[in-house]
Each structure stands twice: as structure tokens, then as C-alpha cells.
């Protein structure tokens, strides 16, 4: 048996023991910290943007009213809405709304702005999430397809088609998706999130949810889960195929680049197969980039949800927006808007945790 001196037992002791070391989860901590206050100044500085560009305007009131009714009318209105103070008051009771969740009232129907974004705020998530289905489908598999095939023909012609759906209007992309697929080929519905049937259905089973897939499992009807579906493809794949092209190069760009690290080349000597090095090698560390540009995606989604929805009619957000935005109605626009800003804040926040789990050296 070995016996340890004094000097072989202070060698022997932990390494965490040691001053200046980096305790472990400090990192993870200290990181998520960090993120988790970047947050307000995020939101802070959106939403003063926001309210400063309604405001350049002029008052809501005016924008929204003006010409319908007379001045004297005029002024009691802004007057009762507190329009005539200080910008500097109407801006920090602004801000103190929002604390309160208060995003305000709309002039067109006198609605709380929290209120609209509730009742459509469930129609743009699911599109949102239709959409990701299919940028998930297309781009990272074709992704890793041109990695596997680069510089041959496959791979350009996947790069080409990348850039092509990325730039292409998605308000162009879903008039086409309907001239084909609807008007020509008459396989899917041209708008809207559901048949009358469909909808009437739903509404008989007291299914509320604002998501229409959910209701309509619900019901327990395997034709109303259907026509719900059917409604969402041509929207889904319009929104999504705008993300699948980010998501193809990028995954490409980043199996390649983890292809000629060091480690993998070693395998490679070894005599591990090509599929099997992109496989176990070199797709994990590609992964998280992608998981990073997901947060900036849904800002992406939620912007191109507005054409999506005005094209398809599909009654979201982005389809109220431009309601609110025909009638000049600042307010319903603002808080709107400001919710959005809040909402894609938030999930870069997620994104950026999850980001920190899969991938260590994201935390240091």
C-alpha cells in the first residue's frame, strides 16, 4: 500500500478547492443572470421606439377621429384621454400601464388593447408554430443534405433554393400557393382557419381555446381535425419556407465547418464512416447556432405573419394589425406592437437558456 505524504495529500485535493477557481454552475448562473436583465433595457428601448413613432404622428385621437367629428368634440376627447399633457407624462404613464399590463384602450372599438391581443393572440401562435413545424421539416434536413453532397450539384441547387424562398415576399409566396393549390388544383381551402361547419362544431362542444387544432380534437370529430388542418397548410408552408431557407444554409454552413474540426478528422483516420461522422460527430455542435437564430426567427415570424394572415384571412394579430393600422388606430397599433416587443424579448431570453444547456461554452 502507497502512502501519502503531506505534500502528495495537497496535491491530491480537489480542484475546486482552490482559490481562484471557477466554482461549478457559476457560469450557468452568472450567464442566465446577465440575460435575464438584458431583458428590460430590451423591452424599454423597443417600447419607447415604439411610442415615439406613434406620437411623431400626432395625437391618436386626431389620427383616428378627425374628420368625423367636430372640434369641440375633438378636444373633449383628447382631453378625457389625457392626450394634451406633457409627452414626457403621457410617456412615463405609459410606461407604468405596461408595468400594470395595461397596453391601453383602442379608438376604433373601445376595447382593451390586453383583450384583442388575448382573443387573437392564439390564432398567431398556432400559425407561428404550424410554421416552424415546416421550416423544421424542410431546412434541417435539406441542410444536412447539401453538407453531406457539398460543392456538387445537390448542394447548389439547395443553396440557390435557400436564398430564392428566403427572398421571396411571403405575401407573393401565398398568392401563388393559392392560385395552384386552391384555385387550380382545388386540393386545399383558399382562407380562413376553418369551414363554417367546422367552426359551428367547435363552438357546440363550448371548445374556447382560441386554438383551433386543440379545439377541434376536442370535439372528438376526425373531420373537423382535418379541415382545421387543411386550412393551415398553405399558411404554414407560406411562413415557413421564408425560415426553412435560413435554416438549410445555416445548418449547412455549421455540419460543414464541424466537419473539418480536429476531432472529427481524427475519427475519420480512424476509419469511422462519413454518415456515421455526421451522424454522432459533427451534428450536436452544429445544432446550437440554430437553436440561437430561432430566437431571431420569431421576431422573423411574427413580422411575416401580418402578410401571411392578411392573405389568408387567417384572423391573428398580424390580420387585426392591419385593421387597427386602416383605421388609424395608433393606440391598438402601439400596444400591440409593444406586446409583440415584449414577447420576442422573451423568448430570446428562452432561446439563449436553452442555447446555455445544450452547449456549455455558450456560458463562459
Known amino acids: ?133 415546416v421550416a423544421f421539416a424542410v431546412g434541417i434536413p435539406l441542410g444536412r443534405l447539401a453538407a453531406a453532397r457539398r460543392d456538387t450539384g445537390a448542394d447548389a441547387t439547395l443553396r440557390v433554393s435557400a436564398v430564392l ?25 383558399v382562407a380562413g382557419r376553418a369551414s363554417t361547419g367546422a367552426e359551428i362544431q367547435m363552438q357546440r362542444t363550448g371548445a374556447d381555446t382560441g386554438i383551433y387544432l386543440v379545439d377541434a380534437i376536442s370535439t372528438g370529430d376526425g373531420a373537423v381535425v382535418a379541415d382545421v388542418l387543411e386550412h393551415a397548410v398553405l399558411p404554414a408552408i407560406a411562413l415557413g419556407l421564408l425560415t426553412a431557407g435560413v435554416f438549410l444554409r445555416l445548418v449547412r454552413t455549421n455540419v460543414i465547418g464541424t466537419l473539418t474540426t480536429g476531432y472529427v478528422e481524427a475519427a475519420r483516420s480512424r476509419g469511422v464512416s462519413e454518415r456515421r461522422l455526421l451522424r454522432k460527430h459533427a451534428w450536436r455542435p452544429a445544432l446550437v447556432p440554430i437553436i440561437t437564430v430561432i430566437g431571431l426567427q420569431i421576431a422573423l415570424l411574427l413580422a411575416g405573419a401580418v402578410l401571411t394572415e392578411t392573405t389568408f384571412e387567417w384572423k391573428g394579430l398580424g390580420f387585426q394589425l392591419v385593421q387597427y393600422l386602416l383605421a388609424r388606430d395608433f393606440v391598438a397599433v402601439q400596444g400591440m406592437v409593444a406586446m409583440l416587443a415584449v414577447i420576442v424579448a422573451l423568448t430570446n431570453f428562452v432561446v439563449d437558456v436553452i442555447a446555455a444547456l445544450v452547449d456549455p461554452r455558450v456560458r463562459y
Open 1 to 133: 500500500m502507497t502512502t501519502l505524504t503531506t505534500d502528495d495529500t495537497a496535491s491530491a485535493a480537489p480542484a475546486a478547492t482552490t482559490p481562484g477557481r471557477r466554482r461549478p454552475g457559476g457560469g450557468l448562473g452568472r450567464y442566465l443572470l446577465v440575460r435575464f436583465l438584458l431583458i428590460f433595457p430590451t423591452i424599454l428601448i423597443l417600447v419607447t421606439t415604439v411610442f415615439v413613432m406613434m406620437r411623431a404622428t400626432g395625437d391618436p385621437i386626431t389620427a383616428a377621429l378627425g374628420g368625423r367629428l367636430t372640434a369641440d368634440q375633438l378636444a373633449e376627447r383628447i382631453h378625457d384621454a389625457g392626450y394634451d399633457r406633457p409627452i414626457v407624462v403621457q410617456y412615463l404613464e405609459y410606461l407604468g400601464g405596461i408595468l400594470r399590463g395595461d397596453f391601453g384602450t383602442t379608438i376604433s372599438d373601445n376595447r382593451p388593447v390586453t383583450e384583442v391581443l388575448l382573443t387573437y393572440g392564439a390564432a398567431t401562435l398556432e400559425l407561428a408554430v404550424y410554421a416552424l413545424v
Open 165 to 189: 424562398v428566403y427572398a421571396t415576399p411571403v405575401f407573393f409566396a401565398g398568392m401563388l400557393l393559392k392560385l395552384v393549390f386552391s384555385v387550380w388544383l382545388g386540393w386545399l381551402p
